[in-house]
């Protein structure tokens, strides 16, 4: 029998849909210009750019010119916050407000940031995930010159009010970015009704290719250019477009966003059955705000177990999940999203997440939870230090 494999970890990445492939294939061999050339074969390439930068657009609210391709969700997240620091530093300003979970790749710019003199505030959350909006208002001062805090958590889902924290920034005139590379296709977002000033997205998040991204910013916001060289994208980031794949982003970005709210409900009923299944297992505790989650999200923590061996062992019977954060496994630190929101050690250990998208039918729902269960079982079993808690327990 043919080994049966669920693929349950979107949130590192998808896979390239068949009809974003055929899309981009034009763009490698046959319509191949430079998209600054001025013959034909160029400015086909140009068109397709644009088009692609139309849908991406569109698909979040903003204008086609503050719209900015990239080569990745982390390029536009160093280039948000690192430009709008330099920018800010200009006026004197150099603190920076953002959260204990972002991704690291705005946590670790802004450590950089830290070491080149500006003060950081990392804001904290609550054990549900989510970050209080009072707290960003109390954190911005007179020299604050951004306030960087994420659409949705990459590890535990939590949708962040976004809206109230931009409108906060909005008020006390400090520019607001948000990392929504885990949002966009999954939450209908409108940068302009939304007060967005900055977002960062990511193509391989909803199903275009790795390696390309975009950076929307408002305009009329002087954000310094982030790679010097050529005009391309209004002289703001230099290098020839990888026009394939932003070929790719726009038709994937176009197919995420239709029917947005019956797909993600769909998604979430799946979810939910799962969810509800896996949290009969005994000593399990679901992480982050159950209900302003990713519709895709499960984080679960196992007590007793280490989430990277139970990871390890679902990967070897087909069902692919990851520990903690894709970008953390291999490392043995537990995972600083969960400690933010306040889980000891040995529960942020025992976490294991799966993100599931449209493909996972009701009855995949049925073997993941059989599969987790018994592999968590057996875990359970060939661990002295688990025994000996549960008879304590017992007694
Ligand atoms: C994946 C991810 C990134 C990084 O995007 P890349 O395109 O892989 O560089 C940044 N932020 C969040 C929240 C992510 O999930």
């Given at each position: 029998m043919e080994k049966r494999i669920i693929y349950a970890d979107n949130a590192a990445t998808t896979a390239v849909s068949e009809e974003v492939l055929k899309a981009m294939?034009?763009?490698?061999?046959?319509?191949?210009?430079?998209?600054?050339?001025?013959y034909k074969a160029g400015r086909d390439a140009r068109r397709a750019v644009e088009e692609a930068r139309e849908k991406t657009a569109g698909a979040i609210g903003a204008?086609?010119?503050?719209i900015y391709f990239t080569s990745c969700g982390s390029e536009s997240d160093n280039w948000a916050v690192k430009s709008a620091a330099e920018l800010m530093a200009e006026q004197g300003r150099r603190h920076i407000v953002t959260s204990a979970i972002e991704h690291h790749a705005v946590l670790r710019t802004c450590g950089y940031l830290e070491k080149k003199g500006f003060e950081v505030t990392y804001l904290p959350v609550g054990a549900d995930g989510i970050v209080r909006p009072a707290d960003a208002e109390k954190a911005?001062?007179?020299?604050?010159a951004l306030v960087s805090i994420m659409y949705?958590?990459?590890?535990?889902?939590t949708v962040q009010p976004v809206d109230e924290i931009a409108a906060i920034c909005r008020e006390k005139g400090v520019l607001f970015h948000t990392d929504a590379v885990q949002a966009v296709g999954h939450i209908e977002i409108d940068v302009h009704r939304q007060g967005i000033d900055m977002l960062s997205l990511s193509g391989h998040k909803f199903h275009a290719p790795k390696g390309v991204g975009a950076l929307y910013i408002r305009s009329g916001t002087r954000l310094p250019s982030f790679l010097h060289g050529g005009g391309q994208e209004l002289g703001r980031r230099a290098g020839t477009e990888n026009v394939p794949a932003i070929v790719g982003l726009g038709a994937a970005i176009e197919a995420a966003v239709c029917d947005i709210h019956s797909r993600e409900a769909a998604v979430a009923s799946v979810r939910d059955s799962i969810m509800d299944g896996l949290l009969k297992i005994p000593y399990t505790r679901l992480n982050g705000d159950r209900n302003r989650r990713l519709a895709g999200n499960i984080n679960i923590s196992f007590e007793g177990i280490d989430g990277e061996a139970l990871a390890l062992m679902l990967g070897m019977k087909g069902i692919y999940v990851s520990s903690g954060s894709a970008c953390t496994?291999?490392?043995?630190?537990?995972s600083h999203v969960l400690l933010a929101m306040g889980l000891g050690e040995a529960s942020a250990k025992g976490a294991v997440r799966l993100t599931i998208g449209e493909d996972i039918t009701s009855d995949d729902a049925g073997y993941i939870i059989g599969t987790i269960e018994e592999t968590a079982e057996k875990l359970r079993r060939s661990s002295s230090a688990w025994q000996h808690m549960i008879r304590n327990d017992n007694t």
């Open positions: 294939m034009p763009y490698f061999c046959e319509t191949y210009g430079n998209p600054s050339s001025i204008e086609p010119r503050e911005i001062r007179r020299d604050t949705a958590n990459n590890e535990v889902g496994s291999g490392d043995a630190d537990p």
